[in-house]
């Protein structure tokens, strides 16, 4: 049996004492922190968080402890039975995977700041809990008053749990599971709207995959009163993050739809149907895989449609949605030099981030894509009769349940026999390769009776000078530079400060200038590192950045308003 206490002191400080009492058989043991968390495919470093690590014997004697890499320790243990480890975990941070304690909350992803043995790893866990009277407890363990319970590492590391005396509640019933929706922060929830809606999705997901992989699920809602937009998936449970609160049942409600769509998708693709290469789970390291097509771009295009199966969503509030992904993806150049398999295994080396530009793709954006193409390739294939659903379900049936990971040579014999058709060339030039993807989408969306429109970027420098900007606090920074564009030829860098045009301050808005100046010669003052600088950018008669939108043609076909039907079924 392994036990840990949580304790608050100082809420202020945001540190929080934890206690970890584990047995041994060893002389010499090893103890870890995870270096990642999965839903993060990234290390996490959560190391360099904790205080004041001290161990002790059973007879409450000190023990040397020295670290051995940046979040393994040695213990000399000598033949002590049990030891206590106690330490401090700073917690100041706050989005979906974090870790974070103030003086009206504590909210905890085991994961960040609990510490394992290996000789323990399997063995069941109890999570003591010294938290004001008045605070209630939202987590997919079992819970008895103050105290949760997990089988093992494995399930703690991946169950999430808010503190709070703050928290609202509401349930609902889909299939045979129950679903908690649990709200913490300043928010006021429209409770009939939400579970008509979440139950909507809820049930024709499970209805595409016949059963949930759980009998207890639970939606955790962090509400911020600033803008916040993030999602992190579990086994029982996701944590989502959101705000502005006075607008989430508002112009936020479609994000809170579709990251929970998204979240719940990922029960069964990713902690069920699970890459090799991460079954099991090893916290000690990265977990190298090029799935991230099939673990993010599945999970983001699916998260999405079953908001339209489901009725949800109508068709335009789809397809805003989905033209997004196809904005993301033409705006970004590095689709032509990283495929999305290199970009899926690279998230351990730069993360999230967007990086060096046009060095390579998001695997929501590309995987997203290459999952609407398979979709349609095999509705063509069978004739309307299967779908990437049917795909995903034996994914589970025969992966999943069987205890096993899936490999890509797994997921394309699945789709090969399915379809009755090769898919090589599809993987060779679009999963592993750097063809564009332009007219396979294209194809894809004629089939299903729609088309993708485009025309130059309405802002003038995207449109006419190839470059995209953020407002900065008094000016507008440069985020963005289409390759041969006017902006790159006349000397733009990435992070320049635009101060005026043709000597006239721009402000927040350069193109209102630039709009004005039209046809005339662009002189372009920046700031540079602090630097003034005079570029001139070259007008040259051709567009640079596009808008796209997707929308149903005019005039569809029977076959295709047959096929739209099956494909939005």
């Given amino acids: 049996m392994v036990r840990y206490e949580f304790r608050i002191e100082q809420a202020n400080q945001q540190y929080i004492q934890i206690t970890a009492f584990f047995e041994t058989k060893e002389e010499q043991l090893t103890i870890h922190l995870p270096a990642w968390r999965p839903g993060r495919y990234e290390l996490g470093n959560f190391a360099k968080n904790v205080k004041g690590l001290k161990v002790f014997s059973d007879q409450n004697k000190r023990l040397t402890v020295r670290k051995s890499t940046k979040d393994t320790w040695l213990v000399e243990n ?3 039975k049990t030891m206590r480890i106690e330490y401090q975990y700073f917690a100041s941070e706050l989005n979906a995977g974090s870790t974070y304690l103030s003086i009206s909350q504590l909210y905890v992803n085991p994961v960040n700041c609990c510490i394992y043995t290996s000789e323990q790893f399997n063995d069941p866990i109890t999570l003591d809990l010294y938290i004001p009277e008045s605070w209630e407890v939202a987590s997919s363990m079992t819970q008895n008053g103050r105290k949760l319970f997990a089988e093992n590492f494995d399930e703690l590391a991946d169950s999430p749990f ?18 908690h929706m649990w709200f913490n922060g300043e928010v006021k929830p429209d409770w009939d709207k939400l579970i008509h809606d979440f139950k909507a999705f809820t049930d024709k997901q499970i209805e595409k995959f016949i059963e949930f992989p759980v009998s207890e699920y639970h939606f955790l809602f962090q509400i911020l009163p600033t803008r916040a937009y993030h999602g992190v998936e579990h086994c029982k449970s996701t944590v989502i993050l959101l705000g502005p609160s006075y607008d989430i049942f508002g112009g936020v409600y479609k994000d809170l739809l579709g990251v929970s769509s ?14 090799i290469e991460m079954f099991p789970y090893d916290f000690k390291k990265e977990n190298y895989s090029e799935l991230g097509y099939i673990c993010e771009g599945i999970t983001t295009y699916m998260g999405d449609l079953f908001l339209l199966k489901s009725g949800v969503f109508n068709v335009k509030q789809y397809l805003d949605e989905f033209t997004a992904q196809f904005q993301k993806h033409f705006d970004n150049h590095g689709r032509f030099n990283y495929s999305v398999a290199q970009s899926s295994f690279d998230t351990w080396l730069d993360g999230y981030v967007p990086g060096a530009p046009g060095r390579k793709v998001s695997i929501y954006t590309e995987g997203c ?7 349609v390739m095999l509705l063509r294939a069978t004739n309307l009769k299967y779908s990437l659903d049917e795909v995903m379900k034996r994914l589970y049936y025969n992966y999943a349940l069987q205890g096993k990971g899936v490999s890509e040579q797994d997921y394309r014999s699945e789709l090969e026999n399915i379809a009755g058709i090769s898919f090589a060339e599809f993987f060779d030039r679009y999963v592993h390769g750097t063809d564009s993807y332009e007219t396979i989408l294209t194809e894809s969306l004629e089939y299903v009776g729609l088309e993708l429109v485009h025309q130059p970027s309405k802002s003038y420098a995207a449109g006419r000078l190839g470059f995209k900007y953020a407002p900065s606090a008094q000016n507008a920074t440069v985020a963005a530079i289409f390759p041969g564009s006017p902006a790159q030829l006349g000397g733009l860098m990435l992070g320049d400060e635009v ?8 402000g927040q808005d350069p193109d209102k200038w630039l709009t004005y100046f039209n046809s005339d010669a662009k002189r372009l003052t920046v700031n540079r590192s602090g630097k ?6 070259p007008e040259v008669n051709r567009n640079f950045y596009s808008e796209y939108t997707i929308s149903p043609l005019k005039e569809q076909n029977h076959q295709q308003k047959k096929a739209f039907e099956a494909w939005g079924k």
């Fill in 262 to 275: 998204h979240e719940l998708y990922h029960t069964w693709n990713v902690k069920a149907i699970r890459p």
């Fill in 532 to 537: 003034l600088i005079e570029l001139l950018l």
């Fill in 78 to 80: 000598g033949e002590s």
């Fill in 369 to 375: 894509l290459l999952a609407f193409v398979t979709d």
């Fill in 499 to 506: 101060m005026a045009v043709n000597s006239y301050l721009s």
């Fill in 162 to 179: 808010m503190c709070s005396a703050n928290l609202q509640h509401a349930t609902y019933n889909s299939g045979e599971t129950l679903f």
